[in-house]
């Protein structure tokens, strides 16, 4: 079984092993403002590398996402930070972690210039969630891929 980042199994579920032709990427960034751009750049590459850029909406909406959490990584933890995509299964799984351990809050910003990161996430992602790994943490979402009925979106 391959387990996305080490998460427990009755936490974050596991998945069977991936198909071919399944897509892992893991990449570090050094704390630039330039990196949330080319993190955004690396997502449209990799999901075009792996056949997933005919949704255009998956890939629009991976790169809106990614740059959040990799904003916040910038501006909370000011370090090194991870982007790791894996697609297997009709789900896209982006994760990012930082060595920040504060866990990321939904806000209601009201009219704050920023803070709406997280609710981006919580509205456009299919799941999400955030887990403390040694001296950091993975913030990470799912995207559906496969383009039938409900893939992708949302679960109540």
Known sequence: MLRLSGDPEDRYGAFPQPPLGAGHLSIEYDPRPCAVREARAEVRRQLEAWGLAERDDVVEVAELLVSELATNALLHSAT????????????????????????????????????????LVQALARRWGCHQDGQGKTVWFELGTCGSDGCGRRRP
């Open 80 to 119: 090194r930070f991870r982007l790791t995509l894996f697609a297997a299964h009709g789900v896209l799984r982006c994760e990012v972690t930082d060595a920040d351990r504060r866990v990321p809050q939904v806000l209601d910003a009201g009219c704050a210039e920023n803070g709406r990161g997280m609710l």
